[in-house]
């Protein structure tokens, strides 16, 4: 399998925006994304640059390699909660 996707910034509660980076060790992937929490796939948004979250969001990202006998990366997400109010 290609390596997973790494997140800069684990989810949760954030009282600011956050600048999301995605990236891998394996220089021969690609990272697509998704913002509306549908599964990412190799038609889904091409990572180019950080992500600028600015309400809350989910971010679900995959890693395709351009070996095609590698198969895709484990689906990985976080959920990033912006200036919202957490009841307990």
Do not use: E, M
């Not at 989810?11 to 600011?16: A, E, F, H, K, L």
């Not at 679900?60 to 198969?71: D, E, G, M, T």
């Amino acid at each position: 399998y290609a390596t997973t996707p790494f997140f800069s910034q684990a989810g949760g509660y954030n009282s600011v925006p956050v600048n999301l980076t995605l990236s891998s060790p394996d220089p021969n992937i690609t990272i697509y994304y998704t913002t509306n929490g549908a599964p990412p796939s190799n038609t889904s948004t091409v990572y180019t640059g950080p992500i600028n979250i600015t309400a809350t969001t989910v971010i679900k990202a995959v890693a395709y390699s351009s070996n095609l006998n590698i198969p895709p990366s484990f689906i990985d997400y976080h959920t990033f909660f912006i200036n919202d109010i957490c009841y307990v």
